[in-house]
């Protein structure tokens, strides 16, 4: 428990002799809560838990199943103190070490070195901590991970804070004469500060960073597993789009031989926005009911979008302001969603408006910021609930209340949300935003698996159909891919110059189901991020170190400034690496992990453990797959992703030289049978025959377990 340190301190000051040096506070006592996870209290938190907002139970079982691991640090190293009526940590870092995580940052993967105030918000073009989901999480590359769960503006200082103390300090250098001399000496420890007189602290051992990260998303409930049609292609229409502009849209997809899974009605469909109503409007959409009909008979779901502020004139407007903070957002009333009596009214008006007409999920937009239309941080809700702590959390309560009403129905959802936070990885949302820089949204995608999100590179609109394509080749590998045409109704053949190649990659992504689906199971049932950067990686960091620049500056052990940061290249699952070109490329360099790796499209050998160079041309995004990697795809060209029951080929690509085996995850795809048993493990198998032949097999599940698909045909892709 934590004692202040100011008092000992005093006592020092006033005892003869040289100036004692403060130290920081007492260390820190930690409880083991699961395996590989302890728990610490410091102060005396202010009872408002991130992860509390999500309520998701951690997944122990699947938890015992990771390597057993010790206390990841010297737990004598970690101290904590009061002071300014605020909570200050400090936690050990040792030379070389790098860290990963602290928010959905847009412009750096690796975070040593830097100082962030996590802070909910629209990001706006630098990384400081304000973003969509400013999670108080990091990743060390020694393999354990740090959470502070704190619904609270939390500053670190990611090694950059040095003190007089220190154990590890850097080297004085002098600017006049020394070109190694740096303006950021970096610190031998994390220093953490919460604004509130207490904190509860996690830390998740690994031995690996993957593991880290693993452990975090199984404590948070273990990661979601999202209906196989949310792993489609989902187009937002115009906002102005009417019922019959929305069929006829669908028309013309299947007439083109385009993807299409959700469509999704931007702020029009309500009968009014900024501020929301929540009901249909009746001149774009008379008959949402019919509408709705025709939709599911068509095989394509329907998300709304909508923000939570509340027009005057909404059905739920006069229950909802006693229960509203006291700021509005666009003149629309800020509803408190942590009280049950606002999500009974809410939920109530949602199921009778649009679940029970079918509707399929939702986009909760703009409950991240800007400071300029938010409510302010001195806003005060029924709750008690501070501004500050509603900010913090408004996006996790939002998601939570809206997919609580599709389990009780007992179908999963997927959806859209601009704002999270710590614990979101069971929540079926993917985080998306309006700044629209395509290389920035792939470190983006690189750095939510280290937080347990899920980000999509979104498409809307281009300069060019070379960009064009290039953007809807990223999001083809993303957790959703997604067109949103909310502002200028762009299809994803408005470039023709590019209209077949683009169809070409929506039809891949459609393809790559069963090896997505999968990806997203792992996270689920053992919570490895199916979307992750470079350093989550086994074998990447010999290759790192090879792309060194400069030598650490100066013989200074802390100084990790001259890596490289990859973030430009990430993994989706464990076998394929995905390294997105952007326009005006014609090459691009690609560093490719230990072992041998292998070009998806043609089969030919890439390299091993060394930087290449693509130049894949217009039409291809670079892809690699490890060797012996097995990667199972739809046969033939759907345009939906199979519905539940149906039966499909499967055709299962073999790569390279060596044997290998992939575990095929299936389920009904739509119900949560699957979290009481009703899925299938089925191993796809290539080994050498007594010829020294690659030959296939599979070991089928038993007839009462859910596996969609029929025929399952092997191929040995070339080699050269
Ligand atoms: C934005 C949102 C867009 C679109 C638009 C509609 O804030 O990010 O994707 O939905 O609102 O008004």
Redesign the pocket.
């Known amino acids: 428990m934590l004692t202040l340190c100011a008092a000992s301190l005093a006592r020092a000051q006033a005892a003869p002799g040289p100036t004692p040096v403060p130290r920081p506070g007492p260390a820190v006592a930690w409880d083991e809560v699961a395996s590989g996870v302890w728990r610490a209290t410091v102060g005396v938190p202010d009872g408002v838990s991130l992860l509390d907002s999500v309520a998701a139970p951690p997944r122990h079982d699947a938890l015992r199943r990771l390597p057993q691991a010790a206390f990841p640090l010297r737990r004598e190293e970690i101290h904590a103190e009061e002071t300014d009526g605020k909570v200050a940590l400090r936690i050990p870092l040792a030379p070389g070490e790098e860290l990963y995580g602290l928010g959905l940052e847009f412009r750096s993967v690796r975070q040593r070195g830097t100082v962030k105030q996590l802070h909910v918000d629209h990001y706006g073009g630098t990384d400081n901590g304000r973003t969509h989901a400013p999670v108080p999480f990091y990743v060390s590359s020694a393999g354990y991970g740090v959470l502070v769960d704190a619904a609270r503006y939390v500053t670190v200082y990611a090694g950059t804070a040095v003190r007089k103390d220190s154990e590890h300090p850097p080297p004085v250098k002098d600017r006049n004469t020394d070109p190694t001399w740096t303006s950021m000496p970096l610190a031998d420890a994390v220093e953490i500060l919460v604004p509130a007189r207490g904190a509860t602290v996690y830390l998740f051992a690994g031995p690996t960073a993957l593991d880290a990260v693993r452990r975090y998303n199984l404590y948070s409930g273990g990661g979601v597993l999202p209906p196989k049609w949310g792993l489609g292609f989902m187009q937002?229409v115009r906002?102005s789009s009417t019922a019959d502009d929305v069929l006829r849209e669908v028309d013309e997809f299947d007439a083109r031989g385009y993807p299409l899974d959700v469509i999704g009605l931007?702020?029009g469909w309500q009968s009014a926005?900024?501020p929301g109503t929540f009901v249909w409007d009746s001149t774009r959409f008379p008959d949402p009911a019919g509408f709705m009909r025709v939709m599911t008979g068509r095989g394509v779901r329907v998300n709304l979008?909508i923000?939570p502020y509340v027009a005057p004139r909404a059905p739920i407007f006069d229950a909802l302001r006693p229960l509203s903070g006291s700021h509005t957002v666009w003149t629309g009333i800020v509803p408190d969603f942590t009280l049950p009596e606002t999500r009974r009214i809410v939920l109530d008006l949602f199921r009778r408006e649009h679940l029970r007409l079918g509707v399929s999920g939702y986009?909760i937009?703009?409950v991240d910021g800007y400071d300029r239309w938010l409510w302010p941080d001195h806003a005060t809700f029924p709750s008690g609930l501070s501004g500050e702590q509603m900010r913090q959390l408004y996006g996790l309560t939002l998601q939570r209340a809206t997919a609580a009403m599709f389990r009780e129905r007992g179908v999963r959802t997927w959806g859209l949300v601009?704002a999270s936070n710590a614990g979101a990885a069971p929540l079926p949302f993917v985080i998306?935003?309006?700044y629209y820089s395509h290389p920035d949204f792939i470190t983006a995608l690189a750095n939510s698996g280290f937080i347990g999100v899920l980000w999509t590179p979104?498409v809307?609109s281009s300069k060019s159909g070379e960009e064009w394509l290039r953007r809807m080749q990223s999001v083809c590998f993303s957790p959703l891919a997604m067109l949103?045409a909310?502002?200028d109704g762009t299809k994803p053949w408005s470039f023709p110059e590019v209209a077949d190649q683009v169809r070409e990659v929506m039809r891949l992504r459609i393809r790559l189901l069963p090896y997505l689906y999968t990806a997203f199971a792992r996270y689920h049932f053992d919570g490895t991020p199916p979307v992750r950067a470079m350093a989550l990686v086994d074998g990447f960091r010999v290759v790192d170190s090879a792309v060194t620049t400069a030598p650490n500056a100066g013989g200074d052990p802390y100084a990790t400034a001259t890596r490289r940061d990859v973030k430009d290249q990430f993994m989706v699952g464990d076998d394929l690496l995905v390294a997105p070109m952007f326009a005006g490329q014609r090459s691009r360099t690609v560093i490719l992990p230990a072992g041998r790796w292998y070009d998806f499209h043609t089969g030919a050998y890439a390299g091993a453990g060394e930087i290449i160079t693509a130049t894949p041309g217009l039409d291809r995004i670079p892809l690699y797959v490890r060797d012996g990697a097995i990667v199972p795809l739809l046969a033939g060209a759907p345009t939906r992703v199979p519905a539940a029951g149906e039966r499909i080929d499967l055709e299962a690509r073999h790569y390279g030289d060596a044997p290998g085996r992939f575990d095929l995850y299936d389920d009904d795809g739509v119900s949560f049978d699957y979290e009481r048993g009703a899925f299938s493990w089925t191993p796809l198998v290539v080994d050498r025959d007594r010829k020294g032949r690659l030959r296939g097999s599979v070991r089928r599940p038993s007839s009462d377990k859910p596996f969609g698909y029929r025929d399952v045909r092997f191929i040995m892709m070339p080699t050269h």
């Open positions: 937002r906002t931007e702020p926005a900024y979008w923000n986009k937009d703009e601009r998306y935003d309006d979104e809307r949103n909310w502002a």
